[in-house]
């Protein structure tokens, strides 16, 4: 139990970005604040929150400045929670925190991938810490899990369904036929999709989540552009259905591993065979698959997107970071040479063409002018959609497959 005087220890902290994350933070701070207060030994104080508008009718509106001058010159802000999104000003303001002395936390995977090497080094110089459980799957406690629980193990591959827009909508593709839009529109309004969903759709969220997997697992942050990365746009429910016909689930998957001293890293759809535990991971859900060596093949499952989980996130950092239990990272910059070529990437290829094909006929089908290739490489895979144009047919779809 807590002395009488210890329960009167109040710790404070700043909110930036009063969105959806935002809003979330406060009320998870709010609704909790005995369990948590029991939990710390002391208070957790929102004393401020930055935002370009004002919330009149919320129970927050007093803390709500617009000067982030303000934060930084309260010396009783011990740190502040980054829920922005974007690189700019976020960047900046973390940085600027950072200096003044308070630790940051963020939800913000753009600012983490982006200019996650110059943020954490920022930290190390000056004596804070900086910590983004919320920037990979929402609500999912990956990232402390790689860094406490699996610590000891040599990481050897990380599998994940990542972006929970993106999971949302080829659920309803595949489950209740929904069309594209009407399925985005749904996760829009639910609060799951970025401010601009082409980051979603495209692929681009899932690409900075597996950078920094990667960078967690490896030790090196790859530049998300140098990470191939291929959205949803192009996938046809005709392809969903015969995916399941033939006992695979079509996901968006972000893949990382380690072969070769090269680190593998990339982001597109893939067919996921039914054993696969990330073929049943439906809806706004994520699945991470880890593998390491002493631990063999770890699955965490949770919301990946959302308000309260994403929420639930950010205030673990912040009672981590505030109990003293903030972790630091070293990461470095992944450099060209220590990347391996996509093209050098193997896996089988769902592929569907209209027109007869003597290339494919030895495969197996997957459905009409379907088939399911042996393994290949990327290489290869473009040479045979070459040879294919070149007997005439007209390639529909190429998926590759998750193995
Ligand atoms: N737009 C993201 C998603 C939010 O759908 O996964 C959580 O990072």
Redesign the pocket.
Known sequence: MLTERQKDVKKYIAILGFGVVGGGCADVLAQNKKLISERCGFEIEVKYILDLRDFPDSPYADKVVHDYNIILNDPEVELVAEMMGGSHPALEFSLSAMKAKKSVVT?N?EVVATHGLELLACAKENGVTYMFE?????GIPVIHTIDTSLVQNDIKEIDGI???????ILTRMNTSGAAFDEALAE?REKG???AN?A??VDGI??CR?IAILAALAFGRLIAPESIHTEGIRSIDSVDVANASDAGYAVKLIGRTFAENDKICAYVCPMLVGASDPLSTVND?F?GIKINGDAVGEVMLYGR???KMP?ASAVVSDIINILTGNGVSYSWRRAEEGEITDFSDVVSRQYIRVSGESGLLASYKKAGDGAYITDAMSEADACKLEKALADEGCEIKARIRVLA
């Open positions: 939800s995977k919320a920037s990979v799957g929402g990542l972006n929970g827009t993106t999971n949302y996760a799951y999709a970025e969903p980051a979603d969220d899932a989540k706004v994520n990946g997107a959302g994403t």
